[in-house]
């Protein structure tokens, strides 16, 4: 929007520094955010509902004389007015008023209220309405349904009506540039944002409550198609760059495949090879690789590792935790030292002499393959010549921690290839959104002899119950896991809990091997209790969420998870992950705390009846939203003015031809649509 969109909101009447100042801070700078700032929900103010007509529950308009106005003591003090219209009588009622509010209400005077009317002590009653007196000649009522706006904390409602009617009378005498090819809806965008600001007083109220109407739609599609075009571009930078065209290595892979206990699964062979093509070529690899929990994902990254290393560059596997970071550390060592790899360790407790030594020999070159935490990211962290980087359960990784590490590649070389990889699988819907033109593999096979996990809901009030049930899985031999979880993200409180669990169990089970694991502790002392755990010698490991991912256990079949309900669908699915991985029948017991909220309990049934990640993934965003399941929330990512997921999901296949039908048939149109979409620029792209 050129024209009005360049208008700071400082120049619209009644705006002074202080709103301007509150109004930035929300995000609104200028007068098309304005526009873009739509109502949440409307209120018909259109007509007058005589008071006879009047239903509980409604908020209506309602024109009188007031009667008699009293302060009335009784077990709250109150301004209690009667007001007639002729067909009936009806209450107002304040309990927070002034004595000028009174002394307004004389007898006689003519009102206009506005409220929900309710039933009272004294028939129908409305608390707190707005109203005000009427002169002889009021103009009639609106004309338009009223918006109610979303706000924050010093910005009122009328205020937002005020500014958004000025915003819309300048859209009105100067309405912008229509940037979609035409035909693509019966609105355009000015007569889409007219009416969403001012809908008619017939306008379809659940249906734009919904974001349904025609009128949203468009502009849905229209930020969907910029924000497409706008994440192409980004890519399309990114490829302009390079990448070092890392050669295949056939023989070295076939090799290295030959050397290891088990046979790749045809999925695993497949996806190696799109990986091993992508390598190849001098433009930076861009690819997720999505496989549920236990498809061997690990054994993809090192045929890609391998293929860079034995080109001469250097590979950073990043994991998001401490401990999968070691379990990797664990499954490359097994399977690289042979080949006389050099390895080196980077976590956030690598400290001093030892991180210098590290740094030193991950700036010279000397370390081939660098396997940590997100401490790989920091400042000081200077790369030879990285050329692939491989990013694990990528979700929980913020975006730029991932654009520091890519930028790591060294001068003059380009960007380092990136593989990203999830067990929690982006539903092909929002991957379009999200990521564009991503590229996708999808490892769909479990290596042979994996078994589903049976899944059941118990209550807390049959604690004692699922506590016969883990006593008599480890007296057969079996092992099992105690998972507790906490809403808060406190290391320390989940360690509490976990630390009072575990005492009430040893208290139940007094001759069982109980191990403790929480992620306040050592890493030494985490390493021995997993050892332990692995090696049998500890029967049940109560464990917070820490062990969500990559852990692998496969004597493990029975898993408790505490109060399940407080976790989003896909942590739960990595969870129960954590069995399954033997040859026995494997359960998940989710032992939840009643009352469990209708929308709980259908996202735990999801989990009971599918062990099919993607199916999961999807009932997470219908249940969640998208912002939770990107997991990129506090980032404000993902965050579109118009558009919702998963309502607008439809949209989304007309939003790909639309991209596409723009950039061969209006190229003059796309810089203009992006920029007044993206104003601030997204950057979470360039993952
Ligand atoms: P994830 O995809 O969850 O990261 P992992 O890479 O940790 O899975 O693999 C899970 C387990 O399966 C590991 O013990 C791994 O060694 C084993 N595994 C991987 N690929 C195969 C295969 N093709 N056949 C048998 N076992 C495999
Ligand atoms: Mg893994």
Redesign the pocket.
């Known amino acids: 929007m050129t024209g009005i969109a360049a208008i700071p909101v400082r120049e619209l009447r009644g705006v002074g520094p202080k709103l301007a100042a509150r109004l930035a801070d929300y995000g609104v700078h200028r007068v098309d955010d304005l526009l873009f700032h739509l109502p949440l929900r409307y209120q018909d103010r259109t007509r007058i509902t005589p008071i006879a007509a009047a239903r509980e529950g409604a908020d209506l308009v309602i024109e009188g004389e007031v009667r008699a106005a009293d302060v009335v003591f009784g077990r709250r003090r109150s301004l209690v007015a009667r007001i007639q219209d002729g067909t009936g009588t009806l209450t107002l009622r304040f309990f927070h008023f002034s004595a000028a509010q009174k002394n307004n209400l004389q007898t006689g005077t003519r009102l206009r209220c506005f409220g929900q009317v309710r039933r009272g002590s004294s028939g129908l009653e409305m608390f707190h309405p707005e109203y005000r007196p009427l002169d002889e000649g009021e103009p009639s009522v609106e004309q338009a349904l009223t918006p109610i706006y979303p706000t924050t904390e010093g910005i009122g409602q009328n205020q937002w009506r005020n500014l958004c009617g000025q915003a819309l009378a300048r859209l009105r005498r100067d309405p912008p540039r229509d940037l979609l090819p035409p035909g693509c809806s019966p609105y355009d965008l000015a007569r889409a944002l007219d009416y969403l600001h001012a809908p008619p007083p017939d306008a379809p109220q659940a249906q734009l409550r919904e974001g349904r109407h025609p009128a949203q739609q468009r502009l849905a599609l229209e930020e969907l198609v910029a924000h497409n075009l706008s994440l192409q571009r980004l890519r399309q930078q990114q490829r302009a760059e390079g990448a070092p065209a890392l050669a295949p290595r056939a023989a070295l892979m076939a090799d290295f495949l030959d050397s ?6 045809g999925a ?1 062979q497949r996806v190696l090879a799109e990986i091993a093509a992508d390598l190849a070529q001098p433009v930076p690899m861009l690819r997720l690789v999505q ?11 090192a045929g890609a590792a391998l293929q860079a290393i034995a080109n001469g560059y250097q590979v950073a596997v990043m994991a998001p935790t401490e401990i999968l970071a070691e ?1 990797h550390w664990g ?1 490359f060592s097994n399977w690289f030292q042979p080949l006389s790899i050099s390895m080196e360790w980077l976590s956030g407790r690598t400290k001093g002499k030892k991180r210098e030594a590290a740094l030193q020999r991950i700036a010279s070159g000397e370390a081939g393959l660098v396997i940590g935490t997100h401490a790989l990211f920091q400042q000081d962290v200077a790369f030879h010549r990285l050329g692939l980087v491989i990013v ?2 990528q979700h929980r990784f913020g975006v730029h921690q991932r654009l520091a590490l890519t930028a790591k590649s060294g001068p003059g070389q380009g960007k380092p290839h990136q593989l990203v ?1 999830t ?1 929690t699988p982006i539903p092909r819907t929002l991957s379009m959104v999200a990521y564009a033109d991503l590229d996708c593999s999808i ?1 769909d096979e ?4 994996r078994q589903a996990v049976s899944t059941v809901l118990i209550d807390n009030n049959r604690r004692d119950q699922v506590v016969a049930r883990v006593a008599a899985a480890c007296s057969e031999g079996r092992q099992a896991y105690w998972v507790c979880t906490l809403i808060e993200e406190s290391d320390a409180l989940q360690a509490q809990a976990a630390e009072a669990t575990a005492a009430e169990l040893q208290l139940a089970l007094p001759d069982l091997a109980i191990g403790l694991i929480h992620g306040r502790m050592k890493p030494a002392d985490k390493d021995a209790v997993m050892s332990a755990f692995k090696a049998g010698a500890i029967a049940l490991l109560v464990a917070t969420t820490v062990i969500e ?2 852990v ?1 256990v ?1 004597n493990a079949s029975l898993m408790i998870i505490e109060n399940p309900e407080r976790l989003g669908l896909a942590q739960l699915h990595q969870l129960r ?1 954590r069995v399954g ?1 033997g040859s026995a029948a494997s359960h998940c017991v989710l032992l939840y705390q009643t009352p469990l909220g209708a929308n709980s309990r259908q996202r735990l049934q999801a989990l009971r009846e599918s062990s099919d990640g993607f199916y999961i993934a999807e009932r997470d965003l219908e249940l969640r939203g998208p912002g939770e399941v990107l997991g990129t929330r506090q980032t404000g990512l993902l965050e579109f003015r118009v558009a919702r997921l998963p309502e607008h999901n439809h949209l989304l296949e007309r939003v790909q031809q639309l991209a596409v039908e723009m950039g061969r048939d209006f190229p003059e149109l796309v810089e203009p649509l992006i920029n007044r979409w993206t104003g601030q620029a997204i950057r979470f792209a360039e993952v």
């Open positions: 290891l206990p088990f046979a790749a699964t695993q496989g549920d929990v236990g498809s061997g994902k690990t054994l993809v990254a379990q499954s694990d359960e990889m067990a490892i479990l290596p042979p002899g991912v990559g692998d496969p992950g991985r």
